[in-house]
């Protein structure tokens, strides 16, 4: 008896296979893991693709990693390149309408220095952190970091500039020495010929910004060679190596209240054009100069007793009166302008009004202009408004519906009319003829200082054929006769009681030959000839005279 096999089929899948499934169904899983929980591709729109690398170059915020590149490739009109990266999905709230993309690469520049980390890892693409607006995949980045960090508090301004040179992102705003600002952009607007720049003041420093806050140029080192003498203007020791910006109030003014965010403000040239800029009405009077306007400039002050109360506007304008500086006898028109602001008066129509009504009075009587030198170094001109003692009364007269002050020549100018004056009697006098006595008077000098070194030189042989030792002789032997005499009297000579009889027995003898001298003096022949004359008839006295009672 033999047994059967039973055959059975089996069905069953090996439990070999659960390894391989097992594996896909988890490649799977991370597949779509991955493709649901990636981010979103974006195109960044840059200049070049120096320093960019495809799946090296990462996309970080904050120096945090969210992305990296993934594409590069050129625009179609060849003007830049187009970067196509990966953003993690945690990231993609931050792909906004007012999100920015840069290039982080070192940087080395007069303003700053950035980006030498990168010297080794590497350069990377920076995103700002900023989830507000709509969502945007496609960018362009930046030309070079934003000068403030998003986020950093302070306050955003428009500034315009229309000076020959115009500021760098990065250039510095400061405030008494300290750095409180940068500008962060700059763009030039075609039509009206001014450079917008977008600056930012950090905190606290912004809340120095007020409504009458004024911003000036402080680049380098400034010469003016003014009217008053040479200033120099210098800012901080980054200003000298690049462009910046000051500010502050003018001197006298309210601060006013605070701005709002992107509020615009004018850069003026220096601080006096700033200080200047918050006089808004101003009066316009005309002078017209017959001498040299060489000194004078547009910007120079206009000063009343010494203060001063307005500026030169403009010399020589066009069309304000007829004829051109070719003409004989042509005035050469400047224009002034008198505020009322600098005259302690509020900058408004009434105040306006009154300087007007006090100027056509004064020039009615005896206002007048003069120009004058206000530094010997400089020669700079500046005008002058005096009260002139010598004036006559006028009526105001008018260019251009302008009053125009009347003008008297400065002290220079006098003295260059009086020394022409002097050239002329000079040249008018017979120079010819003076000349020819005046060779006649040397002449004559010559000849007699011939004549005196003549007469020395006779003097000299004279006094050589002295005999000096002769001469000696003959005062020693004087000397021993005196001395002898002196010793004479000295010893027992004549005493005094003698010499004084001898000297009475003088005046004696005198005394009697007295009328012998009187005769002779009388009759100088009266010793040769004998003497008949009769004697002298003396007077008798007249009868009567001395009768005794």
Not at 530 to 542: F, L, T, V
């Amino acid at each position: 008896m033999t047994d059967e096999a039973k055959i059975k089929s089996t069905t069953h899948v090996s439990k070999v296979w659960l390894i391989p499934i097992i594996a896909i169904i988890t490649g799977g899983w991370m597949v779509w893991y991955q493709w649901k929980n990636q981010g979103p591709l974006i195109t960044i729109e840059l200049k070049s693709a120096s320093g960019i690398e495809i799946n090296k170059t990462p996309v970080k915020v904050r120096d945090l990693e969210v992305g990296q590149v993934k594409k590069i490739e050129l625009k179609p009109d060849l003007d830049g390149v187009l970067v196509t990266a990966r953003i993690d999905a945690s990231a993609e709230r931050l792909l906004t309408e007012n999100t920015d993309f840069w290039v982080v690469a070192p940087r080395i520049s007069f303003s700053e220095v950035s980006g030498l980390n990168t010297l080794l890892s590497g350069s990377y693409i920076a995103m700002s952190a900023d989830d507000s607006g709509r969502s945007k995949f496609d960018f362009v980045a930046l030309e070079r970091p934003p000068a403030t960090p998003p986020g950093t508090p302070g306050l955003h301004l428009t500034l315009k500039s229309n000076d020959k040179f115009a500021y760098k992102p990065g250039d510095p705003i400061i405030y008494k020495g300290f750095k409180v600002g940068e500008f962060e952009e700059a763009e030039f607007n075609i039509e009206e010929r001014v450079v917008y720049y977008s600056a930012f003041i950090q905190a606290p420093y912004h809340k120095l910004i007020t409504q009458n806050t004024r911003f000036w140029n402080v680049s380098g080192v400034k010469l003016h060679l003014k009217s008053s003498g040479v200033k120099v203007e210098t800012g901080s020791l980054e200003t000298l190596l690049a462009n910046g910006v000051t500010f502050g109030i003018p001197k006298g003014a309210s601060s006013g209240g605070q701005v709002d965010e992107n509020a615009s403000f004018i850069i003026f040239s220096d601080d006096a054009a700033a200080s200047n800029a918050r006089y808004k009405l101003y009066a316009s009077y005309v002078l017209l100069i017959d001498e040299t306007v060489r000194g004078l400039t547009e910007g120079a002050p206009v000063e009343y007793r010494g203060i001063e109360v307005g500026e030169v506007a403009q010399i020589n304008p066009a069309n304000l009166i007829d004829g051109n500086i070719l003409d004989q006898n042509y005035p050469i028109p400047v224009l002034i302008r008198i505020y009322p602001g600098k005259v302690r008066e509020q900058d408004t129509q009434e105040s306006l009004q009154a300087v007007k009504d006090t100027m056509h009075e004064w020039i009615g009587k005896d206002l007048r202009a003069t120009l004058r030198m206000g530094n010997v170094l400089t020669g700079g001109l500046y005008v002058d408004l005096q009260h002139d003692i010598n004036a006559s009364p006028l009526t105001v007269k008018t260019i251009s519906d302008i009053e125009v002050i009347p003008t008297v020549s400065n002290e220079f100018t006098q003295l260059t009319q009086k020394a022409d004056a002097i050239l002329d009697k000079l040249n008018n006098l017979p120079l010819e003829t003076m000349i020819v006595e005046v060779t006649n008077v040397i002449d004559d000098i010559k000849a007699a200082s011939n004549r005196v070194e003549q007469a020395s030189s006779d003097f000299d042989t004279l006094m050589g054929d002295i005999d000096a030792k002769a001469l000696n002789k003959n005062l020693n032997e004087m000397l021993i006769n005196v001395s002898a005499l002196l010793e004479n009297y000295t010893e027992g000579g004549l005493s005094k009681g003698e010499i004084q009889e001898t000297v009475d027995t003088m005046q004696e003898t005198l005394r009697n030959i007295q009328p012998l001298l009187l005769q002779l003096n009388q009759k100088p022949n009266g010793l040769i000839f004998s003497d008949n004359s009769e004697e002298d008839i003396q007077p008798k006295a007249g009868k009567g005279m001395f009768n005794e009672n």
